[in-house]
């Protein structure tokens, strides 16, 4: 339903740009984002866009850690999703999780993980 693409091993002060396509049965894509995880820490919201009522009222929420660096955007036809990540720091190696709220009938809101795509910051 999600696949990720994008990872990988850059040098500190460095870009990478993830990407992330759903696919399958979409009536609305409500909320799609990223998260990441490092080993023996929790999943952590890195950036995600919320699909308002009207564009205008389309929103984007970041990590205070991310802020000023990341920017998620999303491009509607392709039901995609992008982290165009820059100046990385070494502590932004993890892996990033796509996530996506998803309606396919008017009635529901189905939450959706992709594999993960492995970022690794050398300092």
């Known amino acids: 339903q999600l696949q990720a693409s994008g990872g990988g091993l850059v040098q500190a002060g460095g870009s990478l740009r993830l990407s992330c396509t759903a696919s399958g049965s979409i009536l609305r894509i409500n909320v799609m984002g990223w998260y990441r995880q490092v080993p023996g820490k929790q999943r952590e919201l890195v950036a995600v866009?919320?699909?308002?009522?009207?564009?205008?009222?389309?929103?984007?929420r970041y990590a205070d850690a991310v802020k000023g660096r990341f920017t998620v955007a999303r491009d509607y036809g392709k039901n995609t999703v992008y982290l165009q990540m820059n100046r990385l720091k070494p502590e932004d190696t993890a892996v990033y999780y796509c996530n996506a709220q998803i309606s396919d009938s008017p009635w529901d809101n189905n939450e959706y993980w992709g594999r993960g795509t492995l970022v690794t910051v050398s300092s």
């Open positions: 866009a919320t699909t308002g009522t009207m564009i205008s009222d389309d929103s984007t």
